[in-house]
């Protein structure tokens, strides 16, 4: 090993004994950095990653290595010095593996001169570490596949351009097995063989931040296979001119054997898949422990099958061969509780006949063009998922995330396959929980707590609903088997002492079935339950269907195998109410995004009450709220319910310019109320996103109006610190643009007993104005466009109190009781009809599980916002629907989708720089290079002295040496 190390220090020393090196290393550096900021434009796309500098070094190692490896033998054989190195007594074996070694270490050389690039991304963004590492081994382990390809060839010829050129052509060979431009004239199959033959399809596994020992093993067998060829090159050039012996025989005989069984290692390795380090933050591409979970509560085989047609788009074919190793691994995990099928429909006619009438499963027609052709092909792109009788498709649609580089340059990567494919999973599988028996999916015993007065004190229609009430009771005990405890009493009996007890823990009060009936009466309900309780609030029909549904909505609430339903309340504009097109605030992408997870039920509230299946009530830029809205949201929390609002004292509409208006709502009183405060203000923050704002231009006499997108002060730009992350609800979010935020107040003395959790703040810089004029003046105010307030500071945005909180409508008659209901109440109307009767309850304190999370934005949620926000950066922006629907899974405590959707890695956006401030990261990157080759040169002649003497030593001591 002493040999191996001074051949390769006295070979590596050499390589600055004149400039060729520095030129080499000098060329390498300023292609990759020209790559790096220039080609791939690195700031305009706005990720905080190195991937530009990853994806094309597999194609500049080629000619690195190349230009290293060409005058290795070459030079010797050409100087008349290789004859010499095979007569002294040093094994080939050590001349080839010091050779390499020092080709290695030129590389090793060049890549840690890359550094500062991946340095200089962490200044201004999140850099997800793990594949940085995982692309500098790759890179490692490329160079020295290539490096003994090269030394191979220069050992067969004795000029170096030869050497060079044929170097060039094998690993460019290698690399193109596995491209996409050849990969993509093949079928799926096919193509994932060639992938696995290519040492670019590798390289890019490896730098995605997963270690694969087969992966890694690949190129160990290229160095394997090519360094032993270059060990019986030697050989045989030793035995020129002789006559060929056993030994020679036996030599060649056992490099073959060598050859073979390095290169059959790896189809002995094929199968395992458990050899693998996933490096990335968050383990993005492994099985999570939440998903286990879910593939553990299968009682029945779980069928993915994946169609996959053998042509298909270049862009998704690529992502095919990641998809069934995914897909793999839910086989694995599901420990023969999951069966995974991949087929092409269109080699599988009755599959195919069964995809489309059964699944609905169709073709898409992807139209795509090369330099040769245009064409389309019918392809299928979908993922089944079925459990039972109950079944969900993904589609391309589902599964990709689209980046738009620039007209002709797109970036197609998976959005977060893993999250998709359990939250389908997830939803099939309660689907078919939810038709079978409610109490296998409840582990603990349910107590059906009633506060009900004796049937002389309730009202008619309350004692038919008593008696229907005995029977729902009286179904659910049997199908309960013995595990539904029922416990039905009057608060008046005993001198009140249970009525005072209800009234200080629940917040109960007596019930009246008018404002001008003194006879009052108790009707409340519970379910207690694993140290849970769920309010059952009474029906809005008084029948025992309606009976019926309410209990099971609650016994709901204990079971996990059920889907959770969110109750969603947005405005509704005057065209539609008309029946016309819909204008104004739209929330589609919010509503699609939120039904593929939940149980989704729009409310407009106006009956006075939240639906009784809702779990969460979700409250989008709300309109001027009625006193019976109010009350539906008020009461709602009384009962131990979430309540999320996005709203503000401002409404932004669009015109011929940009008009803020004040939003006047008896909900900005409520939350007061509760010591939450909306200051009559907007934040303006000098960390912004941009926004196409109408812009005056004057040129001559002639004022023009046009369309720019700038720095706009009202889009806070929420990212890092402005981004709490305690409690989790934030996890996986790290930016999020709040559009016209109000700032957040909140009374500590009135919160005191309750938690509270800051979730989204501004930059230290930002300030409030409750200026109305919301569009920039760059002439008089210059870049921001608007004047810097006085009280500049962090601002907050978005927080989440829970705890224990009184009731708004305290002390208050019902809202539900007005005059026009009690004088109609159970008259007899002209039509013949009477009016039903309206018995309503206040309660007047919510237990302590209750929760308000507010979002100081009436606009961020909406299509226009989030339309606007994709067109500045080019690929879908959903990352204020992804917040809510973390708050949505955070409230209802479903932690384990949370963490799946944080682990989504695909835009991780940079800090915002101006041009300024990216020309210098730039000019400093190219001078960092320049210090360390310079470092180098500096360093090189004691090198090159102390290995030439080395080197001499070894020889001098050899040719001494007895033969």
Known sequence: MTIILRI??????????????????????????????????????????????FEWMPLLLIFLVAAVTMRMWSEERRSGTLEFLLTVPVKNYQLVFGKFMACLGLVAVALVLTLPLPLTVSQFGPLDWGPVFGGYVASLFLAAAYAAIGLFISARSANQIVS????????????????DALTGLFGNRAAEILKLLGTGARFDAITRGVIDLRDLYYYLSLVGVFLTLNIFALEWLRWAGNATNTNHRRCGITSALLVANILAANLWLAPVQSMRADLTAGQVYSISDTTQIYLGQLQEPLLIRGYFSAQTHPLLAPLVPRLRDLLTEYAVAGEGRVRVEFIDPQQHPELEQEANQKYDIQPVPFQFANKYQATVVNSYFNIL??????????????????????????????????????????????????????????????????????????????VELRKDLDTVLG??????????????????????????????????????????????????????????????????????????????????????????????????????????????????????????????????????????????????????????????????????????????????????????????????????????????????????????????????????RETRMVSYPYFGDIRGNGIVQEGGLTAGVDQVTMTWPSPIHVDEQKNLDRQVIRLLESSDQAWASDNMQIEPDFEIHGELGFPVGDQIGVQLLAVAI??????????????????????????????????????????????????????????FLTDTMLDLATSGLGSRYLKPVQLMENAIDWSLEDRGLLAIRGRAHFSRTLDPLDREAQLFWETLNYGLALLGLLLIGFIRRQTNKRAALRYAAILGTASKAPV
Not at 533 to 557: C, D, N
Request: glycine share 6%; proline share 5%; aromatic share 12%.
């Open 8 to 53: 390769a220090r006295k070979e590596f020393a050499s390589f600055f004994s004149s400039p060729i090196a520095f030129i080499f290393l000098g060329a390498f550096l300023a292609v990759t950095l020209y790559v790096f900021f220039w080609v791939e434009t690195f700031f305009a796309r706005n990720i905080a990653d190195v991937r530009p500098l």
């Open 475 to 704: 179904e659910w005990g049997q199908r309960s088997a013995g595990r539904f405890v029922i416990d039905i009493r009057d608060p008046d009996a005993e001198n009140g002492i249970l009525a005072t007890q209800i009234q200080n823990e629940f917040g109960y009060r007596p019930m009246v079935a008018s404002l001008t009936d003194t006879n009052t009466f108790w009707f409340y309900m519970t379910l207690e339950g694993d140290g849970r309780i769920i309010q059952v609030p009474l029906p809005e029909q008084f029948g025992i269907a309606e009976l019926r549904r309410g209990i099971e909505a609650a016994l709901k609430r204990f079971s996990r195998g059920f889907l959770k339903t969110v109750a969603l309340h947005t405005p509704i504009s005057t065209l539609a109410m008309l029946g016309m097109p819909a204008s104004g605030k739209r929330f589609d992408w919010l509503r699609g995004t939120l039904a593929e997870a939940y149980n989704l039920a729009s409310t407009n509230l106006k009956n006075g009450r939240v639906p009784d299946e809702a779990d969460l009530l979700l409250l989008a830029s709300p309109d001027r709220l009625n006193i019976k809205q109010l009350f539906a949201v008020d009461q709602f929390l009384m009962r131990g319910g979430t309540v999320i609002i996005a709203t503000s004292l401002f409404d932004v509409e669009f015109g011929e310019g940009l008009t803020a208006r004040k939003n006047e709502s008896a909900l900005l009183d409520w939350l007061e109320y509760h010591g939450i405060t909306l200051a009559a203000q907007m934040v303006l923050d000098p960390q912004n996103a941009s926004f196409p704002i109408p812009v005056d231009r004057t040129v001559g006499t002639f004022v023009f």
């Open 385 to 462: 998922i079925q459990y039972g009788d109950q079944y969900q498709v993904l589609d391309f649609t589902d599964l990709i995330e689209v980046k738009i580089q620039s007209e002709s340059d797109l970036e197609v990567e998976l959005r977060n396959p893993e999250y998709d494919l359990t939250q389908a999973i997830k939803k099939i599988l309660y689907a078919y929980q939810g038709s079978g028996e409610l109490f296998d999916n409840i582990p603990h015993p349910v107590s059906f707590k009633g506060y009900i007065s004796d049937d002389e004190n309730l009202p008619e229609v309350l």
């Open 802 to 859: 829970e705890g224990r909180f009184d009731s708004y409508f305290t002390d208050k008659p019902s809202p539900l009781l007005t005059h026009e209901d009690e004088e109609d109440a159970g008259a007899e109307p002209t039509d013949g009809v009477a009016t039903p009767l309206v018995i309503t309850r206040v309660i007047d304190r919510s237990p302590d599980t209750a929760r308000i999370i507010l979002f100081s934005s009436s606009s």
């Open 164 to 179: 060079l050129i044929l170097t060039a052509v094998v690993c460019g060979s290698f690399y193109l097995l596995g491209s």
